[in-house]
């Protein structure tokens, strides 16, 4: 299948405006957003883990690539591939990994600059930077065009430096990332921060908490907002509660007021209108 008018269209998105790029974590959630209308999707690596029983980034390469082809081949909308840190340390295994990505139909792919290693949480400078280089050239040689997120995982792993964050996104873009993402940043003032730190480019805002709604993020300056893996786990509230209450005390009461899933797929049937 041909993908080109997917990454074509998810390039346009990041062209103006502000659009939200909801993260499914399945074929049944990718097709319930799309049907709402949403104009782009991204895939979650903690939703994904979560529904095979596992912790986030706790699935492997060849699960995370099977994932998104299904994804991809599951929606008509552009889906933006949430590929940790690439599934490798070295520039030019992250390359190799990046060019298997592009070949499933995703049309945008994330790579963070986090190390698993607690001890030193993310990668020194210099080989983060190689690293988004290693990323655009797999791309540039894919001929796919797909569009490159660098990740700066600071606020993820507790260091809460804005100006390292920024001198590392900044140094991301240079070296070829066509957008910018810093999760768990939440304020307005951190928001501008970044957009202008790398303007023109765009930037990608997580909203994982109530702290900023898509209108105020527009008039900052982001132009994609995602939620990473909050809307999953909204859901596994919802079902972690109903379950621990039959295990409890053998009540059903959660099982009161709930949706008509099934009508959510009937063919030809969309929940909201596309804006």
Same mark, same amino acid.
């Given at each position: 299948m041909d993908y080109s008018d997917r990454v074509e269209a998810f390039r346009s998105l990041h062209a103006e405006g502000c659009f939200v790029m &909801?993260? &499914?974590?399945?074929?049944g959630t990718a097709v319930a957003l799309e049907r709402m209308g949403f104009k782009a999707l991204a895939s979650t690596s903690a939703g994904f883990a979560w529904s095979v029983g596992r912790p986030d980034n706790g699935v492997s390469l060849e699960q995370t690539l099977e994932h998104l082809g299904e994804l991809a081949a599951a929606v008509a909308v552009p889906v933006n591939a949430d590929f940790e840190g690439g599934f490798a340390d070295a520039p030019e295994q992250v390359a190799e990994n990046v060019k298997l990505a592009a070949a499933t139909g995703i049309a945008g792919l994330s790579i963070e600059d986090s190390t698993g290693n607690a001890d030193e949480p993310l990668y020194p400078f210099e080989l983060a930077v190689e690293r988004i280089r290693a990323a655009r050239r797999a791309i540039d040689d894919s001929g796919t065009g797909v569009v490159l997120t660098g990740r700066c995982e600071s606020f993820v792993v507790g260091i809460s430096d804005l100006g390292d964050t920024l001198r590392r996104l900044e140094a991301y873009a240079e070296a070829g990332a066509d957008?910018?993402?810093? &999760?768990r940043i939440e304020t307005a003032e951190q928001i501008s921060a970044v957009v202008e730190a790398v303007a023109p480019k765009p930037v990608n805002v997580l909203v994982n908490a109530p702290f900023v709604t898509v209108a105020e993020a527009a008039s900052l300056g982001a132009r994609r907002i995602s939620v990473g893996g909050t809307l999953a786990r909204t859901a596994w509230a919802g079902f972690l509660a109903a %379950? @621990? @209450?039959? %295990? @409890?005390?053998? %009540?059903?009461?959660?099982f009161a007021g709930l949706p008509n899933v099934d009508a959510r797929f009937v063919p030809g049937r969309r929940t909201l209108p596309r804006r």
């Open positions: &909801p993260n &499914p974590w399945d074929v957008c910018l993402y810093a &999760p %379950a @621990e @209450e039959i %295990a @409890e005390s053998g %009540a059903f009461t959660r």
